[in-house]
């Protein structure tokens, strides 16, 4: 009778398992007839995405990707790919992959408000990065780009003013050394014009010592060099329109012209002096009043 008994639970409680499962089934997202993808979502625990930003950070916030490898490439098809590193306000990833999945871009959101602050993006094997762009002060304006030439740091731009049409210093830099800093800045030397819509200020670097060579002004905001300062705190004129190009390489170029000039100069000047001091000079007499050695005393 007990062995009945135990019997007949056993089927009882198999009979509500399979019930409750069957339940189950029935009441999961993917079932429910008119369910939102928010509640699947919701369901699924996937995060919540919450921006925390202020208004005008959201504003300046755009798909920064897409254009880029229009400029770039050409193409603009990429396809976005979210990794969440937590359930509530996350910090993410976000990738965009090409059609031919390699990597074209990442993103990341590194203060947890919901949005993005650097960018990285990739050459076509998807595997180097050629420019980075940062938003420091979480704004949503990016303050430094980086951009990348055969694994080595080829410039930095740097925004001041918060717009991004314009770099206030620019750092150029010869396989990874730093070479030429431009930058708009006000200028001590000029009174007519402190300030100019174009770079005004120069540094010039010597690439094997890596130390500060000269430091050039422009007085007129004409694009060109009018004083240029040593490291000594010499003072001189430059009257070279200034480029990208125009690096330590070319200053030296000129500053050896300068030299040899100088020197061949200096060479003459001597030369002449010596030539008319000897012309200046009278020959030496004996007091018999002969000259040179037949002038002695047999």
């Known amino acids: 009778m007990k062995k009945q008994q135990l019997f007949m639970v056993l089927i009882a409680l198999t009979l509500l398992g399979a019930s409750c499962s069957k339940k189950k089934k029935k009441t999961t997202p993917a079932n429910t007839p008119g369910q939102t993808q928010a509640d ?14 202020t208004k005008q950070r959201v504003k300046n916030i755009r798909d920064r990707c897409t254009p880029w490898q229009k400029s770039h490439f050409g193409t603009t098809e990429v396809h976005r790919k979210d990794i969440y590193l937590g359930t509530f306000n ?6 965009y992959l090409r059609n031919d ?34 938003d420091f002060d979480y704004d949503g304006i990016i303050d430094l780009a980086r951009i990348f030439q055969g694994g080595l740091i080829k410039k930095e731009l740097y925004n001041t003013d918060g717009n991004e049409n314009t770099w206030e210093v620019v750092k150029i830099f010869v396989n990874g050394t730093l070479s030429q800093i431009s930058a708009s800045v006000l200028n ?37 060099p009018d004083i240029v300062m040593s490291a000594k705190g010499t003072t001189g004129h430059l009257p070279l329109r200034h480029e990208e190009l125009l690096t330590y390489k070319k200053m030296s170029e000129q500053n050896a012209k300068e030299k ?6 200096k060479s003459r000047k001597t030369k002449s002096r010596s030539g008319k001091s000897q012309s200046s000079k009278k020959p030496s007499s004996s007091k018999n009043g002969k000259s040179g050695i037949n002038g002695k005393n047999k």
């Open 90 to 95: 996350p910090q993410y990833i976000r990738k």
């Open 260 to 265: 040899v000039e100088s020197h061949g100069k």
């Open 40 to 53: 699947k979502n919701k369901a699924c625990n996937c995060p919540k995405f919450t921006v925390c930003a």
């Open 101 to 134: 999945g390699t990597l074209a871009c990442r993103e990341t959101d590194l203060n947890g408000d919901g949005l993005p602050d650097i960018f990285y993006f990739f050459d076509k094997s998807g595997l180097n990065i050629l420019e980075i762009q940062q």
């Open 188 to 224: 001590p030397f000029s009174k007519d014009h402190p300030s100019c819509p174009s770079y005004n200020y120069w540094e010039y670097f010597d690439i094997g010592t890596r130390q500060l060579r000269t430091v050039s002004y422009d007085n007129d905001c004409d694009g060109k």
